[in-house]
């Protein structure tokens, strides 16, 4: 693929879109191919924008004094760019405020008693079409430049939960569903760069406000704040609806969450399922959480019709509340009436749809960042102490636990047991009222390179924890390992990814075909 022209291109290029000139001739006259299309830019890449991330997360966690804000992170890689486009946004839907102005004056121009709307007619038709000109060339990169930055940030994201992922103790990753990633990732993710675009209404639309406000004043008089009246309460209204909302959207996520995590569990032991018949149960567990999701769903789209229709009636009740009162107390005048209506259109825009839509967008995306904070900031994969001059295996007085926190806990049934005249009571067994089973304990083992070893016993009995702890997936509560950290381990699951035979042994890899013979010879399967 070839490389993407909007790297080299200048400020006006990119402004434009006419880097993309080639491609749009090229496909005007031809059928594209694969070759054609151009490779991301390096701005746009999961490893820089992962890399940039991750880089102020660890940041953030060095230096936080309390708990680690994901929040700051984000904001050390992406504030500038998203406080620029801000601010084009604001001068663009500003110029929205300028538009009735000059409406108002281009309808005047027709009445006969304004001789000198009537002789500027032509200024004023030109002044429009270059506040339209001036509009779309601050709106539409300011609100592309929002939705691209918020493609960024869920692209960083997405990486971050994967690195993540890839070092997420054992202890951990048992307690986390495949249902509970997909639902993070997908169902939440997805939605950050679409409505990244609202995010600035929050402070946008007071200003707005108060500049129409003002203008409306100078039109109808005291009769302008029964227009914001009207229409602010047409946004406690949207509001409330919002607010009664969110607890059924907070139910419903939790209940596709629970039927991913199930419907995960039972393709993966299917086997289990068919052979004791579990079939018709299973699907009425699944069935009855779909059900209920449906009956959500249900309540949520009739809160969303209500949530829709007012801002459809608003017209009609801004009409009634100010513009009917100043023309049966002062007489219909065109001009006035119609630029009145035409700023209360605008109000009507941003009260009802653009703050709202804002607020339940940061409402959904810092309920999104401290889930994934949480999530970030869960056990690690503790990396052990190897010395690559070591050819040995050993273990000396090795014990282990598949409890959480079983090192902590060891402190604490020490201090219990010194503070009730135990000092030499055994840690290991009881603290209070909780009883601990270690699963490995006071195990030492010496293996020299070259030798095989096999390992005995019964169901139960620690023989994958052994090996788990020799991987450093179970981390060892006393004694000490030492090797080289250069395991292979081959289980006695096969993981195998969704494809073909060759894509589960190049892995990804460049196709090497006397490696890839040797492979197929090695495990018998010519």
Not at 151 to 168: D, G, P, V
Not at 243 to 252: F, L
């Amino acid at each position: 693929m070839q490389k993407s022209p909007v790297e080299d291109a200048n400020f006006l290029s990119k402004f434009f879109f006419w880097w993309t000139s080639p491609l749009l001739r090229k496909g005007f006259t031809k059928k594209l191919q694969l070759s054609d299309v151009y490779r991301a830019p390096s701005f746009d890449l999961a490893d820089n924008l992962s890399e940039r991330l991750e880089r102020e997360w660890d940041r953030e966690v060095a230096s936080a004094k309390a708990k680690p804000q994901l929040m700051r992170a984000l904001a050390r890689c992406f504030l500038w760019p998203f406080v620029f486009f801000g601010i084009l946004l604001y001068f663009g839907e500003a110029s929205k405020t300028v538009q009735p102005q000059l409406l108002g004056r281009i309808i005047a121009s027709f009445d006969p008693f304004h001789a000198p709307e009537r002789s500027q007619g032509y200024y004023l038709a030109l002044g429009l079409s270059l506040l339209f000109t001036a509009r779309f060339l601050l709106l539409q990169p300011a609100i592309f430049g929002l939705h691209h930055l918020g493609m960024q940030i869920r692209i960083a994201l997405f990486s971050l939960i994967y690195k993540k992922t890839l070092k997420l103790s054992s202890r951990v990753l048992d307690k986390i569903s495949t249902g509970q990633l997909v639902s993070l990732m997908s169902a939440h993710l997805n939605k950050l760069d679409e409505s990244l675009g609202l995010a600035h209404f929050v402070w946008i639309t007071p200003l707005q406000c108060i500049l129409c406000v003002g203008l409306i004043w100078e039109l109808i008089e005291v009769n302008g704040f029964c227009a914001l009246a009207a229409l602010t309460l047409l946004g406690i209204i949207q509001a409330w609806l919002s607010q009664k909302m969110g607890p059924h959207r907070v139910k419903r996520a939790g209940m596709i969450s629970r039927r991913l995590a199930l419907t995960s569990e039972i393709v993966e032991n299917i086997h289990s399922v068919k052979a004791y018949g579990w079939e018709e149960v299973m699907e009425t567990i699944i069935r009855n959480i779909r059900q209920d999701e449906m009956t959500l769903t249900r309540k949520i789209g009739s809160l969303r019709y209500f949530y829709s229709a007012s801002y459809f009636f608003s017209a009609i009740l801004v009409i009634v509340s100010a513009i009917v009162p100043h023309a049966l107390s002062k007489g219909i005048i065109l001009r006035q009436i119609f630029t009145t209506a035409s700023y209360c259109m605008v109000l009507r825009m941003t009260l009802t749809r653009q703050l709202p839509g804002s607020i339940q967008m940061w409402y959904d995306t810092l309920a999104l960042v401290k889930k994934i904070e949480e999530f970030l900031m869960k056990e690690e994969y503790r990396v052990l102490e190897y010395n690559l001059t070591t050819t040995d295996l050993e273990l000396i007085n090795v014990s282990a636990s598949w409890d959480e926190g079983i090192g902590e806990l060891f402190e604490k049934i020490k201090q219990e047991n010194k503070a009730n005249g135990h000092p030499n009571g055994d840690a290991s067994l009881f603290f209070t009222n909780l009883y601990v089973t270690p699963v490995l304990k006071n195990i030492s083992l010496h293996l020299e390179k070259g030798k095989m070893l096999a390992v005995a016993g019964s169901t139960g009995s620690g023989k994958s924890s052994l090996l788990m702890m020799i991987l450093g997936e179970l981390v060892p509560s006393e004694g000490k390992i030492r090797h080289s950290g250069r395991i292979s381990f081959s289980p006695q699951t096969a993981w195998i990814i969704p494809g073909t035979i060759r894509d589960n042994i190049l892995f990804g890899l460049t196709y090497d075909e006397y490696r890839y013979t040797s492979v197929i010879k090695a495990c018998q399967l010519e």
